[in-house]
């Protein structure tokens, strides 16, 4: 590798990582995310051209910050040139101007924004990515575009829609924010707990199609849940106070140390009580009973993020799957379904009441379920059913839901998984028969 590509290599690594700040501090400074996240890739084409011959600054971060400063002042005296010149002209013609004045001498005076200011500029871009103005899926992108430093390709691959699909995602995303006039900031009062719900709502949606691929080839994607936990842990930092917050981050950090357990030696699905706990990484579970204490202490302790932290630390503290305390979970998430009136929670609440009390006990709250509208389609409804019935002696009826399940999931792992459990029950059906 030449020194030339290794400058390369590094340009690329650190304007990864300073890139959130640096389109946060621009966008304070233009109102503007799109010509913020534009402003930010002229910095980083400086530094191409720049640092393979005149070396890496002592504190490349701030270098790429005070050269995308300066051309986004730049950029605001034209406009202030550009509405000078248009006020003139309105005048001379007797036309009435209405247009909006750069306010370039209240940026002057922020340009040299402390620490706390590049914070609390993060914390305002985190909202204004995750504004309920967008779309849920333009949300997805818009932050991983600009607060996890992925590129359109990234985001395409990790999602597998086409890459044209998500740049229009994106280009739409920043072009409707402009046009609705989204302003950066936070939102106070009332309405900022529900704005914090789906800052939180998107960045558990990244880090779950991590978990749990939604489709393709691979079972896990751990690349998207590094880059939720990211995002998580910078939120925790920007909002310490708020324990939703800290028990979203909980949830992760408990579910993302069973990553190296959920996939065989071949990449094949590992499920829950069949996992080598010792591949358990410890010290996420650590942060994330940490990061549990502080939402519990907060009071957050029956937050929806919270209470599904506590489920994950419940597995956390089993040393094997029989030592599992299923009531508690069963009784967490039946508080949690009190809460969110979800078939999902539902659900999960079946399998850990078939866990503590045996697979009638559980089948008897999923049967419910079959009716629901929002459970047409779901592949896991069918999944567990026919679990339960495998459970239950019922090996026809399980291997028809195991079929079922496969049909409906567009994970190819998680298909051939579901297949050969269908195959599994209807051999044992035959052994029963044959017995």
Request: aromatic share 4%; hydrophobic share 45%.
């Amino acid at each position: 590798m030449t020194l030339t590509s290794e400058t390369h290599r590094t340009i690329e690594a650190v304007f990864r990582i300073e890139s959130p700040r640096l389109i946060a501090g621009l966008a304070h400074i233009v109102r503007d995310v799109g010509v913020a996240e534009e402003l930010a890739q002229d910095a980083l084409v400086a530094a191409l051209e720049q640092w393979p011959t005149a070396g890496i600054p002592d504190r490349p971060g701030a270098w790429l910050m005070g050269t995308a400063k300066h051309r986004a002042i730049d950029l605001l005296r034209r406009r202030q040139r550009l509405y000078e010149k248009q006020q003139a002209l309105g005048r001379a013609l007797e036309v009435e101007q209405d247009l909006a004045r750069p306010e370039i001498e209240a940026v002057l005076d922020d340009v040299d924004a402390d620490e706390q200011a590049i914070q609390d500029d993060l914390l305002r871009l985190v909202f204004v990515a995750c504004h309920p103005v967008l779309q849920p899926t333009a949300r997805v992108a818009l932050t991983l575009r600009l607060l996890g430093g992925l590129t359109t390709d990234e985001i395409a691959r990790a999602y597998l829609v086409p890459v044209p699909t998500i740049a229009q995602r994106i280009v739409r995303a920043k072009r409707t924010l402009a046009e609705a006039h989204v302003a950066f900031e936070v939102p106070r009062g009332p309405e900022l707990a529900s704005r914090l719900a789906d800052v939180l709502d998107v960045i558990y949606l990244i880090f779950n199609e991590g978990y749990a691929a939604t489709a393709g080839e691979d079972w896990t994607r751990p690349a998207l849940c590094e880059d939720a936990l990211r995002l998580g842990r910078m939120l925790a930092q920007l909002s310490p106070t708020e324990p939703e917050v800290h028990g979203l981050v909980a949830l992760m950090e408990l579910q993302a140390s069973r990553l190296r357990a959920r996939l065989g030696p071949n990449g094949e699905p590992v499920l829950l009580l069949d996992q080598d706990r010792g591949r358990w990484d410890q010290l996420l579970i650590r942060r994330g009973l940490a990061a549990l204490d502080r939402a519990d202490a907060l009071g957050g302790a029956n937050g929806p993020y919270a209470l599904q932290a506590a489920i994950a630390a419940c597995h956390a503290r089993a040393r094997t799957a029989e030592q599992t305390d299923w009531p508690r979970i069963a009784g967490l998430y039946a508080t949690l379904a009190e809460q969110t009136h979800s078939p999902v929670i539902e659900l999960n609440r079946a399998v850990a009441v078939a866990m503590a009390f045996g697979p009638a006990a559980g089948l008897e709250v999923v049967e419910p379920l079959r009716n629901e509208p929002a459970m047409q389609g779901y592949h896991l409804l069918p999944a567990v059913r026919g679990d339960l019935l495998a459970k239950l002696g019922r090996y026809a009826e399980a291997a028809g839901e195991f079929e079922q399940a496969a049909r409906l999931t567009r994970n190819l792992r998680e298909q051939r998984l579901l297949q050969a459990r269908a195959e599994a029950a209807r051999d044992a059906g035959r052994r029963t028969r044959d017995g």
